[in-house]
């Protein structure tokens, strides 16, 4: 069997994105950073948002990186689960949605 | 473990280099002090806790106390020289003797004077009396919290503590401490409860606030957020929970070189129980003296040779150097 393709140590390679593309990186970099950072909506906010898009994106590195964050801004096992939660409910509410699609073509073409 | 054994176990894993080597990169090898500011006294590693994360190792078990000469002859210095800040800490300093005297002398000479209290001793028979004292003298508080909430703080300090430090802040908010005005500073002080780095001081600082004060009514004046340094206990917990590879990598991918500017050895000089100087209270614990060539205990203080020594830094000085920067202090400015 061969090597994984998710290693934990290649987290450590996403700052240099920007090797082949300079510009660009850093404008990603300018980017993430001012959209993560405190706002209107606090850090750990963010955070916890952040948390809940990387679960429902199955984003290994993103888990990672946005469960120590959450760590390390005081965010509690119960907060994290209850943010997880909200995706998991909005990825069952946007599947069960789709039934609207299945339920409109269903009510045209049936006799 | 022997710190030499500790030494050993800090490895850097991957390419990114030692740092020393991560120094010499940026030319900046050797580091030099820049002045002694604060003079840091480690006057007792006995404590009446014993938490998972101290670099101290201590415990009710230590016998390690400053001894009555080497007090004078700290006191003397605080008063010959011009050094801003005296820093007391341990250990439980409450736990020495010679602390209300200490503190006397040393408040005779008008300079900031902070102790260093895990705060759950202030709860306890004779040293109910310290908070009082702290008052007359003006000496500022750095209290250890690690975390808000009790489950987090009673895995790393032991069964109890929080509700005991929550009674010793209520305590000193009564008499005056950390509430605006007064003029009587009660600072916290922040650890990760795990293998992870610290958050950022402000938001942490906020949520610190904003729960301590919705639950328990008490309240503080800043919140210094400190990077656990692999060493001593925590160096344990690391090994034991197979942290130790993964959180020398974090450390060393967040190496800042803005922050080795800022650092706190540069202006800091820490005696031991024994008088014996060293750069860092890190450096204390692993009997990393001060670099030949400077005078190595306090008897032989010399603060013209001391303010331009030769820092002694291993792989541990990676945790005040992570990210924003940790000292006793809180973040660096970086």
Avoid at chain 1, 85 to 107: E, N, P, S, W, Y
Avoid at chain 2, 256 to 279: E, H, I, Q
Avoid at chain 2, 286 to 302: A, M, Q, W, Y
Wanted: neutral net charge; aromatic residues 8%; hydrophobic residues 35%.
């Amino acid at each position: 069997m061969s090597e994984p393709y998710y290693k934990p140590e290649d987290l450590a390679d996403f700052p240099n994105i920007g090797e082949h593309s300079p510009e660009l990186g850093a404008s990603f970099f300018d980017y993430y950073g001012k959209a993560t950072g405190a706002g209107k909506l606090t850090e750990r906010e963010k955070a916890l948002i952040a948390l809940t898009v990387a679960t429902v994106r199955h984003c290994p590195y993103c888990i990672d990186a946005y469960t120590n964050k959450c760590l390390s801004l005081g965010v509690g096992n119960d907060e994290m689960m209850e943010a997880i939660h909200v995706g998991a409910a909005m990825v069952a509410g946007d599947t069960l949605a789709h039934a609207t699609q299945v339920r409109k073509i269903t009510r045209k073409k049936e006799m | 473990m022997d710190p030499r054994q500790q030494l050993a176990m800090l490895e850097i894993p991957g390419r990114r280099g030692s740092f020393v080597e991560r120094l010499k990169a940026m030319e900046f090898f050797p580091l030099c002090a820049t002045g002694v500011e604060v003079l840091q006294l480690n006057i007792t590693r006995r404590c009446n806790l014993t938490c998972r994360h101290c670099h101290v190792e201590a415990s009710p078990d230590r016998q390690e106390m400053m001894l009555e000469e080497i007090i004078t002859e700290c006191i003397r210095i605080a008063q010959m020289f011009e050094i801003d800040t005296i820093d007391v800490t341990g250990g439980a300093p409450e736990l020495h003797p010679q602390l209300p005297r200490l503190l006397r002398e040393l408040a005779a000479t008008k300079k900031r004077i902070i102790v260093r209290t895990n705060l759950a001793i202030l709860t306890e028979g004779a040293c109910q009396s310290f908070p009082q004292i702290y008052r007359e003298l003006g000496v500022e508080i750095v209290g250890s919290l690690p975390d808000y909430t009790s489950e987090r703080t009673d895995r790393q300090r032991g069964s109890g503590t929080f509700a005991r430090c929550i009674t010793a802040m209520s305590l000193l908010n009564k008499i005056g401490y950390g509430r605006e005005g007064t003029g009587l500073i009660l600072n916290l002080m922040h650890n990760p409860p795990g293998a992870f780095m610290p958050g950022n001081q402000t938001s942490l600082e906020h949520e610190y606030k904003r729960q301590l004060l919705e639950r328990f009514g008490v309240e503080f004046n800043g919140l210094f957020v400190l990077t656990n340094c692999p060493i001593g206990r925590y160096l344990d917990y690391l090994i034991s929970s197979d942290n130790l590879n993964d959180y020398m990598t974090i450390l060393a991918s967040a190496f800042n070189p803005k922050a080795v500017f800022n650092v706190m050895c540069r202006n800091t000089l820490s005696v031991g129980w024994d008088g014996r100087l060293y750069d860092c209270d890190f450096n204390q614990m692993l009997g990393l003296k001060v670099n030949d060539g400077s005078p190595t205990h306090i008897r032989e203080f010399d603060l013209k040779r001391l303010s331009r020594r030769q820092i002694t830094v291993r792989n541990h000085c990676f945790a005040c150097c992570a990210g924003a920067g940790s000292s006793c202090q809180g973040v660096l400015d970086t």
